[in-house]
């Protein structure tokens, strides 16, 4: 590993600090260098605060450093007004000399122009340091703007015996198949990603909350099918806890390319990320469209019979762990 990639690791490592608060911006990381030492880190504020550059800019103690250091980024810093300046700009204004970037940024805003302004300043510019890894990092950014739809992660559990609930049960909530350490792994999950997905036979026959009332960290706002109006607003799902989003008849038209219909919906509300939990309706129709990103599978050691039969994937495992008695496997579609 070269200098270079050495700094941007570290970047792309102090950027993770914003995952599920910087939504709907990127989660940068910024490292500033002079004479082989880190003088300053930054990651991104929360949404509507300072960038990572900025941030990391304000905690050099000596500014009279950054005229002869280096600043790493795993993005492009941008050039253009948002909620705050540019952070090309505020670069320039420093005078720092060189600029080492992971990967572009393909937001129409910037595109190269961020990179193109520090040029004509005088910087020096390197991009495409652990570009790969980068844009790993920015896969919700980089789904977002490229395909025109929020970043899709398919969730279940299922019993040992193939199912994601049994055929009857007696109460109007969830029927638990893994341990309490898998739920509150879901909740982190949850604080993670801006939205969570659920259908309509989710709602009327487990009553969710979709918070991440088990972990620390901001509620996603919460989607949900009612096609037929027929979900009682004193359902848990349309309690004042989180925003909500509500798709019916008036919003798509439920009898073909009904995933694709919910994600330009979805992109349209600015939804960057989103959990998909239920049901299994609701879950195979993403998986037979081919609009999804990740699947988190779990298995439990219940068995049930009889039931809901688990959705089918046939995609790439590239993850699996135990967790007490439970397994995990994750998914990935290329």
């Known amino acids: 590993m070269n200098t270079h990639e050495y700094y941007i690791k570290r970047c792309i490592e102090i950027a993770k600090n914003g995952l599920g608060s910087t939504r709907p911006n990127p989660m940068v990381g910024s490292v500033i260098v002079c004479n082989n030492k880190i003088i300053g880190e930054g990651f991104t504020s929360a949404y509507g605060g300072n960038h990572a ?13 950054l005229k002869e250091a280096t600043i790493y980024v795993t993005l492009e810093p941008c050039s253009h007004y948002g909620k705050t300046p540019p952070c090309s700009d505020l670069i320039i204004k420093h005078q720092i000399p060189n600029v080492v970037i992971g990967c572009l940024d393909d937001n129409v805003l910037v595109a190269g122009k961020g990179i193109e302004k520090l040029k004509i300043a005088g910087c020096n510019v390197t991009v495409g340091v652990l570009e790969n890894e980068c844009k ?31 055929k009857t049960k007696e109460e109007q909530k969830p029927v638990w198949i893994t341990n309490t ?107 037979d469209e081919n609009f999804w990103d990740e699947a988190r599978v779990f298995t439990g050691n219940t068995i049930f019979k009889s039931g809901t039969k688990a959705p089918q994937l046939s995609e790439r495992l590239t993850f699996e762990n135990t967790i007490i008695n439970d397994t995990l496997k994750i998914y990935t579609n290329d």
Not at 53 to 65: G, H, M, Q, R
Not at 154 to 164: C, N, R
Not at 232 to 251: C, G, M, P, Q, R
Request: net charge positive; glycine share 4%.
């Open 53 to 65: 550059e900025v941030n990391a800019i304000n905690s050099v103690k000596d500014k009279t450093l």
């Open 136 to 166: 790993a990092h920015h896969k919700r950014f980089f789904t977002f703007h490229n395909k025109k739809r929020p970043y899709i992660i398919l969730k279940w559990a299922e019993s040992a015996d193939g199912y994601i609930a049994p």
């Open 181 to 287: 350490f898998s739920r509150q792994l879901v909740h982190k999950w949850r604080s993670e990603e801006q939205a969570i997905f659920v259908g309509t036979n989710t709602v009327l026959q487990d009553n969710p909350s979709l918070t991440t009332r088990n972990w620390t960290g901001q509620h996603p706002i919460r989607v949900v099918i009612d096609a037929e109006n027929k979900l009682s607003k004193d359902l848990s799902v349309f309690n004042t806890e989180a925003k909500n989003i509500t798709i019916t008849k008036k919003d798509i038209d439920f009898s073909s390319n009904v995933a694709q219909q919910i994600c330009e919906l979805l992109y349209k509300e600015n939804i960057t990320s989103i959990i998909i939990e239920g049901g299994a309706k609701t879950l195979q129709t993403f998986i």
